[in-house]
């Protein structure tokens, strides 16, 4: 634990969040989460179930006098995004993030830093916990593996809950109520290959020091997918050298832009000069492309022993010319809100090894016909590979209600407290109230939190005075929800 992290103001939240980052809590990992959290409700004598799925809820009676207000139920996951940089030595399965301090933020030490959503579930310990807020009927729901498909949310067993109003706190910029969100689904590529003998002059190629981040937050930055330019040089280098591909390795997780991309090709030996002069004119052309965008991209070249086996050349070029021809990026903007991305996709995941090829997408959109729509141009684009497209893991959005009561409450509070008026939107992200709402249809939800960059990647940080303002905000939320 970091003790100087663990002391910043308000301690009710750093302190859990030091103490939940000692703890390794990947997607599909959170047992010993689960335990913690449940421990702390039963510590404080408070109702604590854990349901059949592992979401964890803790009921805190109203304060006196304010049993005739709305119950309020304060909902964060407990999983985080694993992603680190490949120079840092680290182990996301034994090790504990090393947060830091630097200037007006929180960052981690090459890794993703467990903001997202550390900081939402740090907060809802401190309002158990607290004896001195003022609040009405109170509910803790923590949440799993909401980063790798929501499976916490989507198994949420109707009738456990019994509040009125949800506050989501898993949104990343201060000042920000959220009153809708965008649904999901993937698609995923699985297939065999036939491969051939080896023979040439190999090389391993590295393409990284792109930003990466959350394909929702920030897909409309303009920010380079890995995979896709990695496939953009691999394709224009077929015939020029007679490469041939052995191995790719691009991205890791469904929900991040790919920072890197890696593969081992081989070539025609007596073309070996001119194919390293072309890698560095790819990276200068890419560099200049994205010089605003990816400033630190980068291109590296290392001769290799040739592997045994290479991509049979009729699959290799099936392979490029549908990942080439894949939709990326920002399919559509919205038309009611303005700034909002309607429909987005990206592809978050290459990888070729030993005669089997596996590509992951994510496509996201506020509308539902839009959503399935770009799936569709996935499908067909990969058609050509023969290979198996699977759509799977959908997700509803989360229709925004513009006369919520609760949000009216809020923004006067907020024009109060911060002395400007809140921004209300939607975001292009997925969040867990689109499926909670399924369950609990009559709930009234918000969605804030302090302000946190670059989710999902090593870069991410935490702005430490956002904390402290978002958990006065939070406070005067609960002293002041409506009677029933």
Not at 331 to 338: A, G, K, Y
Request: hydrophobic share 40%; proline share 4%.
């Amino acid at each position: 634990m970091n003790k100087e992290v663990a002391s910043l103001h308000p301690v009710q939240i750093w302190e859990n969040f030091e103490k939940m980052n000692e703890i390794p809590r990947g997607s599909k990992k959170e047992e010993r989460i689960i335990a913690f959290t449940k421990q702390i409700g039963e510590d404080l004598g408070l109702e604590t179930i854990v349901d059949e799925c592992g979401n964890i809820i803790i009921k805190k009676p109203a304060t006196p006098g304010m049993e005739d207000r709305k119950g309020i139920i304060l909902q964060a996951h407990i999983d985080m995004v694993h992603q680190k940089n490949a120079d840092t030595d680290f182990d996301f399965d034994t090790d504990g993030i090393q947060s830091y301090i630097d200037g007006d933020w929180v960052k981690a030490k090459g890794t993703t830093l467990g903001a997202d959503n550390g900081i939402g579930a740090a907060t809802i310990m401190g309002v158990l916990a607290s004896k001195d807020l003022k609040h009405g009927p109170i509910e803790g729901l923590f949440t799993i593996d909401e980063e790798t498909g929501m499976t916490g949310a989507f198994g949420l067993v109707e009738g456990v809950l019994e509040g009125d109003i949800l506050l989501n706190l898993d949104t990343e910029d201060e000042h920000e109520l959220c009153i809708g969100c965008a649904g999901g689904i993937d698609t995923n590529v699985n297939y065999d290959y036939a491969e051939s003998a080896a023979e040439g002059k190999a090389y391993h190629i590295q393409l990284k020091g792109l930003k990466g981040g959350h394909s929702g937050c920030e897909i409309h930055l303009g920010r380079g997918n890995a995979n896709k330019l990695m496939n953009r040089l691999l394709w224009g280098t077929r015939e020029k050298f007679g490469l041939e591909i052995a191995e790719i390795d691009g991205g890791s997780l469904r929900n991040a832009i790919p920072r890197e991309s890696f593969a081992n090709v081989v070539i025609d030996p007596a073309k070996a000069d001119e194919f390293e002069a072309y890698i560095k004119q790819v990276e200068a052309d890419y560099q200049a492309e994205l010089k605003v965008t990816e400033p630190n991209l980068v291109i590296n070249l290392e001769a290799i022993a040739t592997p045994a086996k290479v991509m049979d050349v009729k699959a290799q070029d099936a392979l490029l010319s549908a990942i080439y021809s894949a939709p990326n990026g920002v399919i559509r903007m919205s038309d009611e809100l303005e700034g909002l991305v309607e429909t987005s996709t990206s592809m978050a995941r290459v990888q070729v090894k030993e005669g089997k090829v596996v590509v992951q997408s994510l496509t996201r959109s506020s509308v539902e016909t839009a959503k399935y729509d770009v799936a569709n141009q996935l499908d067909a684009a990969f058609a050509i590979t023969g290979g198996n497209v699977e759509h799977g893991g959908a997700y509803p959005g989360w229709t925004p209600n513009a006369h919520s009561q609760i949000l009216e409450e809020m923004k006067e509070i907020h024009q109060e407290y911060f002395k400007k008026p809140a921004t209300v939107n939607a975001v292009h992200a997925g969040l867990e109230c689109g499926i909670i709402g399924s369950h609990y249809p009559n709930l009234d939800m918000i969605s804030f939190g302090p302000t946190i960059k670059n989710p999902h990647s090593p870069d991410e940080m935490c702005e430490i005075g956002t904390v402290a303002r978002f958990w006065d905000f939070l406070v005067l939320t609960l002293e002041r929800v409506a009677k029933k």
